[in-house]
Structure formats: C-alpha cells, structure tokens
C-alpha cells in the first residue's frame, strides 16, 4: 500500500487545520481515491465541554497531475523530491453559529447531528454562544512545506490567510508524522503532534468578545492577542479489510494554549475528537 492509504481521509479538529497526503507516483492520467461514511464525536465549538455526534461523509483524491482534494482542502504537489513536499493549498474553515461549529473534523460537509445525551447533569443549553455574532465560512489560501527525515517520518507546515470576519487572519500550522507502522497483515497506526500559531485577527475572531456581543450574550468583553493557539496529538489506526476497503479510525488530543485558553468562551482548554469511518478505494 503506498503512503497515500496511510494518510487518508486526515484533517484536523474542528476543521482548522489543513493535512496533504504525501505524493503519490502515479501513471499519467490517473488517479487515486478514497471516499467513505462514518460517525464524529467532536466539541461543538473549540474549548466548550458540550458535545455533539455527526455523521461523517469523507474524501480524498489525488491525481497524477500532482492535485490533490482532501476533506475540507486542496492543493496542488509542485516537488519532484522524494524528501520535499510543497505547493498551494486552499482550505475551507466552516462557520460558527450559535449552536456551535458547522463541519466535521475528517469530512467534506457535516450531514446533521444528534447532541449527546446528559442524563445524569443538569440540562445545557444548545446554544450556547447565544449572543455572539456569526463566524462566517471563510476560504483560506496559502501554502504547504513537508520535509521527510527518512520514508516513515516528515516534518510538516502549512501557511494559509483569509480566516475570521473580516479575511484578515493568518494560521500557522507546524507538525511531526510517524507515518504508518505496520502492526500484523491488516493493521497500520500512524502518530502526529503538531501547534498552531496564529495573528490576533484570527484570535479575536474565535476567542474574542466585542462589546457589542458582550451587551447581548453572558460573556464578558475580551481581547486576546496573536501566538500560539493549540497544541494536538493524534493516533490514527487503519483496518485493512481488503485492498479496497478499509475502517479507519482517528483519536485526537487538543490542548488550547495563550490567550486563547483564557477566553471567556473556554470552558475547558484541552479536549478530545473521536472518529471512525468505513472507506472505499476507487
């Protein structure tokens, strides 16, 4: 199997991060693709402690070209190196309403949810951000940077600008992958760690509280600066059931960091994702 199963159906939490599977040599004209449905169980919004489940459509495709689509991002491999990995990439950060975020981590566009149930606390509210405005979808465009130290682990980096209200927010993302160890015949796991940086306009967007939504909602005036926003781990374990399908299952650990975690919004700084997913490789 090459490198691009290992890597497949990867985003991040909260759709704020953008992954690149790894260059795939292919024949010309033709391409790779995977493409699947399963379940998420994800915070609403990023620092709350409410949960919700959502069924998870997944995607990814690549085509000899170099281009590639992955989930919410695509991008385009410019490097003929076994060892680098750069180009353009484009990623799509789904809204925030009151209820909470609008897409999955790992998928294309969110089919609905269920709230979980939380029988034995009291009743929460579902919208929770009552009061503070809309984050609109914005479409974030940038770049992407992987260096490999040797074939199961790269260093990786993305750049992208045009998050928050007014498309002025820039995000850093920064990571190391151990790309899939193989555990038996079927079974392949791969690790990552990574931060996030990010400008204050990005910050403000996502943690912050104007004076207006500070009149309106149950949250005090707050203005956080740029830096460092998270840092996340994560374990991805992929069943190989034949050579076309797959389950494929992600666990990820997110910790908000700086002015980020003191954000009234935050009621708790770290948090965990759950997903699994039955895929198909067309």
Excluded at 145 to 164: E, F, I, V
Excluded at 202 to 231: C, H, I, K, M
Aim: proline share 5%; glycine share 12%; with cysteine.
């Amino acid at each position: 199997m090459n490198k691009l199963l290992f890597l497949a159906l990867a985003m991040s939490c909260a759709a704020s991060r953008a992954e690149t599977p790894a260059a795939n040599a292919m024949p010309d004209g033709s391409r790779d693709m995977y493409a699947g449905l399963g379940v998420l169980s994800a915070p609403r919004y990023d620092g709350t402690g409410s949960r919700k489940v959502s069924a998870l459509p997944t995607l990814q495709v690549e085509w000899s070209n170099g281009i590639f689509v992955s989930g919410l991002s695509a991008g385009m491999h410019l490097s003929g190196s076994p060892t680098l990995e750069y180009g353009p990439l484009l990623s799509v950060l789904p809204r925030r309403s009151e209820s909470g975020t609008g897409a999955g981590a790992d998928g294309v566009g969110q089919v609905g949810f269920v709230p979980t149930a939380n029988l034995n606390a009291r009743k929460e509210p579902v919208d929770r951000l009552a009061g503070m405005d809309d984050i609109p979808t914005r479409v974030l465009g940038g770049a992407f940077l992987n260096y490999y130290l040797d074939p199961q682990w790269r260093l990786t980096s993305s750049l992208l600008y045009g998050s928050g209200r007014d498309r002025n927010g820039a995000r850093l993302e920064l990571g190391v992958q151990r790309l899939a160890a193989t555990l038996g015949d079927h079974h392949r796991v791969s690790l990552g760690a990574g931060l996030t940086a990010v400008n204050r306009n990005d910050n403000q967007t996502w943690f912050g509280v104007t004076g207006p939504e500070a009149l309106r909602s149950r949250f005090t005036y707050y203005e956080p600066g740029g830096g460092l926003q998270d840092v996340h781990a994560d374990l991805r374990w992929n069943w190989l059931w034949t050579p076309s399908w797959m389950l494929t299952t992600h666990l990820e650990a997110k910790r908000l960091l700086g002015s980020a975690s003191h954000s009234p919004l935050v009621e708790r700084s770290s948090n965990l994702t759950v997903s699994t997913a039955i895929a198909y490789r067309f």
